[in-house]
């Protein structure tokens, strides 16, 4: 019977729990005497404050009427649990921010006319939001959080300053839009001031990914501990969405610019097997791969093998148009780069995989000539290669390496190779594969200042260098 009792009990203290928006509100003292966390407001909705811990109706005062202090004066920190709805209406703001996010995810699976469709709905929730001029509407800080989320997702500034004029909440309620609308202003530094204020902890689930993430845009590009932190925060944040997604691309460039490159191919393997498993198939994924093909070939040494096996593991998962994007990235950075044989691969799979009419062609067959004309075997058939070959349709820095390949065909064609010493030189590199080529005597201060400048002039010098030797100079 008293078991009964006690459930009825129970049941009745959670049904009325649910009636006129009571909320729930638990304090637990902090064990480390930091700032309690403000409560949050009527709405549910948590206020941006400074730390400050203030009940719901004033400050907490004892039967005598003086304010009490946890022990040792400790502050208290706030939990609270809302259960008032939503504001109701099918152009309320949350919900069509709701709806253009879950446009971005079919973005990041690669959804047909997903980027048509969500440019669209930007357009037609600008158009709403805008002829809204409802008190009720823009007193709700779900929705003014909501706008500021439209923002930050490509969304119409405009909005932003309309949300922000016809709110009557606090600056500290409307801080994300404040943060917001200086971030998509570029006005840089106080966008970074306004977000550094933010709890991302503390905002909807819908926005919290989106925030962490623009907290890493703005982050100092020397702050990458802070930046990959950030990063983190808004991939568990928002798993499996196009924030997580957009995070990965940006991951993967830390990685790659790592200066302990075992730490940068391990970070490599990381979220590249996390951008492959989940997001191959996305419209941006071009932008991935372009700087996961430099990583691959910057981190090699410390790859080794792996390298090609972890490129051949996700080709069944990506299209071909990007598989031949990626080995083409691979293959132009691993001639520029020094890495010939991981450069022969790459160019001679595309050669075997791209038509003979593709305007890609001509730089795939540049890069094959490139890690070839060293080589006493076929520097004979590079250099007629070379010859013929036409660089009207290279790129401007394909160009360069074509120009610099010319001048050293043409010295090392003008007088007699030191064929003893190239195939010595070809037998040091094959022992040291995968790698650099081999260390060669040149003025160490000047190869720092051009490498600073231009690594296409770094490999340049490089071959030319090679070349002396390999004609006795």
Not at 61 to 82: L, N, Q, R, T
Not at 160 to 169: K, N, V
Not at 335 to 351: D, E, F, R
Request: net charge positive; charged share 25%.
């Amino acid at each position: 019977m008293r078991t009964g009792i006690k459930y009825f009990l129970a049941g009745l203290a959670c049904w009325c729990l649910t009636l006129g928006g009571v909320s729930l509100v638990f304090a637990s003292s902090s064990s480390h005497g930091e700032e309690a966390a403000k409560p949050a407001a009527s709405h549910g909705e948590v206020e941006k404050g400074h730390g400050e811990t203030k009940p719901e109706h004033g400050e907490a005062k004892s039967e005598d009427g003086e304010e009490v202090e946890g022990e040792d004066h400790a502050p208290k920190e706030m939990f609270e649990i809302s259960y008032e709805p939503l504001p109701q209406g099918r152009n309320q703001p949350w919900r069509l921010i709701r709806k253009i996010q879950s446009l971005q995810d079919k973005i990041a699976r690669g959804g047909e006319n997903s980027l048509q469709h969500y440019r669209a709905a930007l357009v037609r929730a600008s158009q709403l939001m805008l002829a809204d001029h409802s008190e009720k509407t823009w007193a709700h800080e779900r929705n003014v959080t909501a706008v500021a989320t439209y923002l930050l997702i490509g969304g119409n500034p405009v909005v932003g300053a309309h949300a922000f004029r016809e709110s009557s909440l606090s600056a500290a309620q409307k801080l994300p839009l404040a943060a917001a609308l200086a971030y998509v202003e570029r006005r840089y530094i106080r966008a970074n001031r306004l977000l550094e204020e933010i709890v991302t902890e503390r905002l909807p689930s819908t926005a919290k990914g989106q925030f962490a993430l623009v907290k890493a845009m703005v982050t100092s590009s020397a702050e990458t501990k802070k930046a990959t932190h950030h990063l983190e925060q808004a991939r568990r944040f928002a798993p499996g969405t196009l924030t997580e997604e957009a995070a990965l691309r940006r991951l993967i460039r830390i990685a790659g610019a790592q200066v302990d490159t075992k730490k940068g191919a391990e970070l490599l393997l990381r979220y590249a097997s996390a951008y492959f498993r989940h997001f191959s198939r996305s419209i941006y994924a071009t932008d991935f791969l372009r700087n996961y093909g430099f990583s691959v070939v910057r981190t090699l040494d410390e790859m080794g093998p792996k390298a090609l096996t972890h490129l051949k593991s996700f080709f069944p998962k990506l299209l071909k148009k990007h598989q031949v994007f990626l080995i083409a990235i691979v293959a132009r950075n691993a001639v520029v780069l020094g890495k010939i044989k991981l450069g022969s691969w790459a160019s001679n799979w595309l050669l075997a995989n791209v038509d003979s009419d593709d305007k890609l062609h001509a730089r795939i067959e540049l890069y094959q000539i490139a890690t070839s004309i060293l080589d006493p075997e076929t520097y004979a058939e590079a250099a007629v290669q070379l010859e013929n070959l036409s660089s009207d349709i290279l790129g401007k820095q394909d160009k360069r390496l074509y120009l610099a390949l010319r001048k050293l065909s043409s010295r090392i064609g003008s007088q007699p190779v030191n064929v003893e010493r190239l195939k010595e030189l070809s037998r040091i590199e094959n022992q040291s594969f995968p790698g650099d080529e081999p260390e060669l005597p040149f003025d160490v201060e000047q190869e720092t200042k051009l490498a600073a400048t231009n690594p296409i002039l770094v490999r340049t010098r490089n071959l030319f260098s090679r070349a002396d030797e390999l004609l006795g100079k």
